[in-house]
């Protein structure tokens, strides 16, 4: 959670310099858009969650489901988080009981959209990845564990773009001005210009090979805690998807 899961870069509130860190993990408007206001909720002990069991906090991040029934909406990558190993998911429960309290309250998040009635049927296991650098622990780390995906894949009216993985194109609005979600394919117009190095280097730094500083919403700063060897799998994985031209913005 602290490196290539970066909950934090959505559950801790922002100050002038990035997360505050001395707050971590306790909330904050996330998005305003035209679909949704969504505020990520306190996940600390003081939040909600203090008082929910080992296994409602587990399905509420692998389903989507809060223990009173009512449906977590985006962009909690939950299409992402049923992918989550047990072991995984059975961690990041554990750490979060361990974290200090936080008083932060946070509003509801509302949807101007229709939220499906479930995200999927209930998940009953998931095998765990075997970890080394290969494309299918990259795949792993990519999509459900650090929701790369979720990001750089290009957005439509019914949802992610999955003919079109990694794209890139999607916009994001924050107190940086526009950035937009880089292309991660191995297209001319993606990372096919890039050494590994560099992709290394822009994932973990946030800083491009001509030395320019890239935006957020990209969590950095986590995933510098990140194993390098997860950073190079990932970049394998990266490299094995079919090579697509960024959508051209509407």
């Given at each position: 959670m602290e490196a290539i899961g970066a909950c934090g870069n959505c559950h801790t509130p922002f100050g002038p310099n990035g997360p505050d860190q001395g707050r971590a993990?306790?909330?904050?408007?996330?998005?305003?858009?035209?679909?949704?206001?969504?505020?990520?909720?306190?996940?600390?002990?003081?939040?909600?969650?203090?008082?929910?069991?080992?296994?409602?906090?587990a399905r509420a991040i692998r389903e989507g489901l809060r223990p009173d029934?009512?449906?977590?909406?985006?962009?909690?990558?939950?299409?992402?988080?049923?992918?989550?190993?047990d072991s995984d998911l059975a961690a990041i429960v554990a750490y979060l009981r361990t974290v200090p309290a936080v008083e932060n309250t946070v509003p509801p998040s509302v949807y101007r959209i229709a939220l499906p009635p479930s995200w999927g049927p209930p998940v009953d296991h998931v095998a765990d990845v075997p970890a080394g650098q290969t494309i299918a622990y990259?795949?792993?780390?990519?999509?459900?564990?650090?929701?790369?995906?979720?990001c750089h894949t290009p957005m439509t009216p019914q949802g992610p773009d999955h003919d079109n993985p990694?794209?890139?194109?999607?916009?994001?609005?924050?107190?940086?001005?526009?950035?937009?979600?880089?292309?991660?394919?191995?297209h001319p117009e993606g990372i096919a210009r890039w050494s590994d190095a560099d992709l290394a280097r822009m994932i973990t730094t946030g800083t491009r090979p001509d030395g320019t500083q890239m935006l957020p919403p990209m969590g950095y700063g986590y995933y510098a805690q990140a194993k390098p060897e997860d950073i190079s799998a990932i970049i394998l994985?990266?490299?094995?998807?079919?090579?697509?031209?960024?959508?051209?913005r509407p």
């Amino acid at each position: 959670m602290e490196a290539i899961g970066a909950c934090g870069n959505c559950h801790t509130p922002f100050g002038p310099n990035g997360p505050d860190q001395g707050r971590a993990l306790s909330g904050r408007l996330v998005d305003d858009n035209p679909a949704f206001t969504a505020y990520a909720p306190n996940i600390t002990p003081a939040g909600p969650v203090g008082s929910w069991s080992d296994a409602d906090l587990a399905r509420a991040i692998r389903e989507g489901l809060r223990p009173d029934g009512t449906l977590i909406g985006p962009p909690m990558p939950i299409g992402l988080y049923r992918g989550l190993s047990d072991s995984d998911l059975a961690a990041i429960v554990a750490y979060l009981r361990t974290v200090p309290a936080v008083e932060n309250t946070v509003p509801p998040s509302v949807y101007r959209i229709a939220l499906p009635p479930s995200w999927g049927p209930p998940v009953d296991h998931v095998a765990d990845v075997p970890a080394g650098q290969t494309i299918a622990y990259g795949a792993y780390l990519a999509g459900p564990v650090a929701h790369c995906m979720e990001c750089h894949t290009p957005m439509t009216p019914q949802g992610p773009d999955h003919d079109n993985p990694g794209a890139g194109g999607m916009v994001f609005n924050g107190p940086w001005g526009e950035s937009v979600a880089a292309n991660l394919t191995p297209h001319p117009e993606g990372i096919a210009r890039w050494s590994d190095a560099d992709l290394a280097r822009m994932i973990t730094t946030g800083t491009r090979p001509d030395g320019t500083q890239m935006l957020p919403p990209m969590g950095y700063g986590y995933y510098a805690q990140a194993k390098p060897e997860d950073i190079s799998a990932i970049i394998l994985y990266l490299r094995a998807l079919p090579p697509r031209p960024t959508p051209e913005r509407p």
